[in-house]
């Protein structure tokens, strides 16, 4: 399919997720809005990313920490730090470009630099395309646990440019399919009837366009109309329950994408039990994901501990558990009091 130009957020403001083969361009032309910039790039991608037609004399570029640990507090304080230093100010913007911890970070520097400037995300990574950095959710991790600070804070635009997956680890391009599967299960069937018909991973790479676009479009629907989370938007998190609590479990050593892979295929087995899913609907949950080289099963030991992790998840209710479940594709549903002799039957279903 050619490539389309856009998707519209409606948040706090509304804003463009535009789609680009030249994200250099739209960022140069974006910044010139401003005085000056700070732009946030993980040093990984420090010889990737060619920000020299872009940075003017005022505007500066800070290398970030890789991975998570950059959504630390010191991290936050330098970049507080070094945007005294520059004077950014209420009429300047931070620009983040790399994977979902670099726009999380980015976005949250500028939701608590003098109460709220303009930024802009550029996502490196299939994950950040399709997911993080879609949404305005922005954060930072603490010794409390992952993405517990943070803010709404919605970015100005963000900018995909499907050209940086060609440098993506299949490990990595496999972990943002989870996200894409995930979202075709809770709302676009087309999604998986297009990955159906991939054969391997090269066959998911060679249509990546169309399955982001997708992706942003059900991200987009869900978060305009629910953008700070009041219910709706907690079916972006299908799949979501266990996946944190192996994250938790595994001491992040796990891509997010591939918790997501195996607790989807949990969800499918409650769901499955409790909700009605289909025989064939539940068997797509694991071929599409295996298709994919992603995980679908998990140690069988580890259930109660799972359970205690599941039940200190931050999105779970006072009153227990709450999974959000699925009875049939693009039908999700919440699954409020499920017993703990069913969250046990589906887990052994998906027992190694
Ligand atoms: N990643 C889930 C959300 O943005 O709500």
């Known amino acids: 399919m050619s490539k389309p130009t856009e998707i519209i957020v409606r ?14 361009s739209e960022v140069a032309q974006d910044v010139k809005r ?8 993980p040093k990984s991608l420090e010889s990737t990313i060619d920000l020299t037609d872009i940075v003017r004399e005022k505007d500066l570029i800070f290398y970030l920490p890789d991975a998570e640990a950059q959504k630390d507090i010191s991290v936050v304080s330098k970049l507080w730090e070094i945007a005294g230093k520059m ?30 400037i303009d930024w802009y995300a550029v996502p490196t990574s299939l994950a950040g395309m399709v997911d993080a950095a879609i ?43 989870a996200e894409v599967i995930k979202t075709g299960f809770i709302g676009d069937r087309n999604i998986l009837n297009l990955l159906s018909e991939c054969r391997n991973l090269e066959g998911a790479r060679a249509i990546i366009d169309e399955l982001i676009f997708r992706s942003v479009t059900v991200k987009a629907k869900v978060v305009s109309a629910d953008f700070k989370e009041g219910k709706l938007r907690e079916i972006l998190n299908y799949g979501h329950t266990l996946a944190h609590a ?20 949990y969800i499918a087995e409650l769901s499955h039990l409790v909700a009605g899913l289909s025989d064939s609907e539940l068997a797509l949950h694991r071929s599409i994901l295996e298709r994919f080289n992603l ?18 998840d931050k999105k779970s209710r006072a009153q227990g558990i709450r999974f959000v479940g699925l009875k049939r594709i693009e039908e999700p549903v919440w699954l409020e009091s499920v017993s703990q002799a069913d969250m046990r039957l589906a887990y052994e279903r998906i027992s190694s």
């Open 11 to 24: 948040s706090e403001h509304e804003y463009p997720v535009r789609f680009t083969d030249s994200w250099s």
């Open 34 to 41: 401003y005085e000056k910039s700070l732009f946030l790039v």
């Open 87 to 116: 004077g950014l100010r209420r009429s300047d913007a931070i620009v983040g470009i790399g994977g979902g911890a670099t726009t999380d970070l980015a976005g949250f520097v500028a939701a608590t630099w003098l109460r709220g």
């Open 135 to 177: 949404g305005g959710k922005t954060g930072i991790n603490s010794p409390a646990g992952k993405n517990l600070i943070g803010s709404f804070h919605s970015p100005q635009k963000v900018i995909i440019d499907s050209s940086f997956l060609i440098g993506l680890s299949d490990r990595d391009f496999s972990a943002g399919l």
């Open 246 to 265: 192996i994250e938790r479990r595994e001491n992040y050593q796990l891509r997010h994408g591939e918790a997501v892979a195996i607790g989807l295929c």
């Open 295 to 312: 995980p679908v099963t998990y140690q069988s030991s580890a259930f109660d501990e799972l359970l205690g992790l599941m039940a200190g």
